[in-house]
Each structure stands twice: as C-alpha cells, then as structure tokens.
C-alpha cells in the first residue's frame, strides 16, 4: 500500500467519481440501444397504457393533473404531450402514442410517474393499483435496515447544494468527486439533484463517501426501490397476459435507475447499490463494480463487460481516507497489490453488518476511529 497526502487524495477521488460515472453512462448506452431498449418500451407501455384508458373512463382528469402530474411537471418525457402543454389523461395519452420513440431516461421518468400514482390515495383500484400496492411499494424503500433519526441517521439532507454555505462539514475529497461527476454528466447543464441537495453530517451515507473518497449525492436511493417494486408488480401484472420481458431479465433490468440516475447526477452507485443490495438482488462490495451484476437472473454480456471493465480501470483507485490526529488534513493509503485488493474486496460486502461500522463514525473520522470500529480488520 502506499501512503496518500491531502492532495492526493482529493485527486484520486476526482479519478474515481469520473471512472463511475463513466461506468453509468456506458450503462445508459446499453440499456438505450436495442434490444433492451425495445423490451423497455414494450414493458412499461402496457401498465401505463392501461392506466391511461381506465383513466379515462372513470374521469380522473382533475385527479391526475392536480393530485400527481404537476408535481411532476419536469420530467422530461412530457415533451411527447405537446412540450408539456396538455394536461390530465390527454397528456398520457399522447406520451403512449410514442412510446416508439421513449429514450432509456423516459422510461424512468414513467417508473418514477408510476410510483407517483401509487401514493395517491384517489388513484386507488384504478388500472392494476390496488389497495396495499402502496405498503408494498414502501416495503421496499430503506428503512428499518438503517438508523433514520439521531446519530447515524442515513437519508439526513439538506437543500442547497454540495457547495452551499451551512451547517454541514465540508469534506474536500467528497467535494471533489461532487464536482467531477457534475462535470461529466451525460447530459451536460442538465438537471442534476446533486445541484440541490447536501448530505448533514448525520447521514450514514456520508461517512461511507468520506472513508472511501466517494462523491455525495442525495442519499440512499429510494427511486431505485420504486424502480425494483415497479418491475416485479408490473411484471407480475404483465405475467397475466402472457406478456412482459421475462423473469430471468427482471433483475438486469433493475440496474436501470443506476444507469439514468448515476449518469446524470441524481444518484451516485453506492447510493443505488445498497437499496440493490439491501433487496437481495446485488451484492455489492464497494468500489468491486462487477459485483452490481444481480445475484440471479440473465446478464447480458454488454452489461456484465461494462461492469467489468469499469473494475479493470477503477483498480488503482482502491483508497481508504482518515484525518490527522488535529483533524485539519486528510490522510489514507491506495491498495496496489493483489493481496490488499483481494483482503479489500473481502471485507467492504456491503451488507446490514459492515453497514453499521459507519453509523457513528466522526465525520472527520482518524485512522485510530476506523480502527475501533473495526471496519478494515487486516489492513489497518
């Protein structure tokens, strides 16, 4: 291992946080090019399309624009309902008539439309969402699995932007990969919640991007939970009328959130890797891309290389990071040989166990704190 200066290690997590988000991006490609893409659109189409007409009938025009479209107003595929100037049921409508036409981005945008119809109570026994569809969506969603007040507390943020003035500690290396992923974005200028959101220092999350050199984004992906609840209800539903992409593809088909989100700055691959993982469908192990590979399931090779090679190029950024004893520079080492890597890669699974050595670190966390926790036993 070699010793990294303050410097150093603010460089190398600008490298990384280009290294993943290029990761995503090669992602996004994938799964906007056929034939995923395709199996998408047919996918989410018919829940939708369904939706829409009994929509229709019923006369949930006021319901729908007022109660979920407005806020979600921004997203981007309703530029298919004349830029976003038709409301309501004719909105809809329209985005179905070019689904032919919707991107791997719209296809999230409509996941994310869907969870959105889930949590409106009005919205009840319209199409397939039934009562409970909205407990079961939330089952999903991190919770329980990690502490949520107090010390610790994972999905803290504030509004304002990594480089806004406030309460929270600034942290130069996590400051930096911020940047960096803002910087290669896939879409450049676009949205990006990293813009608006600011970890507090309670967040679990937090101290994970500190002590990895990670670069923060929104917390613990919920929108990844959604997601995941989406594919397997609407799969279940599609499964019905012998329709839908099949049950080996719906676990690569989750890797869809890590690939619009983590692209474009909304979510970074922790974030998303640990609801994939605290839903037992990945096994990640931090900075060890082809572990995002779900457990089960096909994998297209495109995404498996992808995933792989991502690996190959982030090898020598294997970091682990600390303050000095007066905690005003950063310090850490860069693994560099096989053995480390291999003993790294043992021992960052990030699972409920490992999870919970960070939940009461000092945000400016010594080699001496990380060592008490105990989280890299055969390295420090």
């Known amino acids: ?183 290669s974005r896939r879409v450049p200028g676009g949205f990006a919640g990293f813009e608006r959101c600011t970890l507090k220092d309670g967040s679990t999350v937090k101290r994970i991007d500190s002590v990895f050199g990670l670069a923060e984004g929104c917390g613990i992906s919920g929108t990844t939970a959604d997601s995941m609840f989406f594919m397997g209800h609407v799969g279940d539903f599609l499964a019905m009328m012998d329709e839908g992409i099949g049950v080996n593809n719906l676990p690569f088909i989750q890797l869809l959130p890590l690939a619009t989100m983590g692209s474009q700055g909304h979510h970074t691959v922790l974030e998303c890797a640990l609801t994939l993982t605290l839903n037992d469908l990945a096994a990640y192990r931090v900075g060890f891309y082809s572990t995002l590979a779900p457990t089960h399931g096909t994998v297209p090779q495109a995404i498996r290389t992808t995933l792989d090679a991502a690996e190959r190029t982030g090898r020598d950024k294997h970091m682990i990071c600390w303050w000095n004893s007066q905690r005003t520079e950063l310090e850490g080492i860069r693994l560099d040989n096989d053995i480390e890597i291999g003993t790294l890669r043992r021992l960052v699974l990030m699972n409920e166990t490992f999870r919970n050595k960070f939940n009461f670190l000092p945000i400016k966390h010594t080699e001496q704190d990380l060592i008490d926790a105990r989280i890299f036993e055969g390295l420090l």
Not at 85 to 113: F, H, M, P
Not at 115 to 127: I, K, Y
Request: glycine share 8%; charged share 25%.
């Open 1 to 183: 291992m070699q010793p990294l200066n303050h410097n150093e290690i603010i460089n190398l997590a600008a490298l990384r946080a280009f290294n993943e988000t290029d990761l995503c991006k090669r992602l996004y490609d994938t799964f906007n090019s056929d034939p995923i893409i395709t199996m998408l659109r047919n996918f989410i189409r018919v829940p939708i399309e369904d939706f829409c007409v009994r929509a229709s009938y019923a006369g949930l025009d006021e319901i729908l624009w007022v109660g979920v479209m407005r806020s979600e107003s921004k997203l981007g595929v309703w530029r298919f309902a004349d830029q976003g100037r038709l409301k309501g049921t004719r909105a809809l409508e329209q985005v179905v008539e070019n689904s032919y036409q919707w991107t791997a981005s719209d296809c999230s945008d409509l996941i994310r439309l869907f969870g959105a119809f889930v949590e409106n109570e009005a919205l009840l026994d319209r199409g397939h969402i039934a009562g409970g569809t909205n407990l079961a969506r939330k089952a999903k969603r991190p919770g329980a699995a990690f502490i949520d007040k107090g010390s610790g507390a994972q999905r803290a943020r504030s509004r304002g932007g990594y480089y806004s003035l406030g309460e929270e500690t600034p942290l130069p290396h996590i400051g930096s990969a911020h940047h960096a992923v803002l910087t």
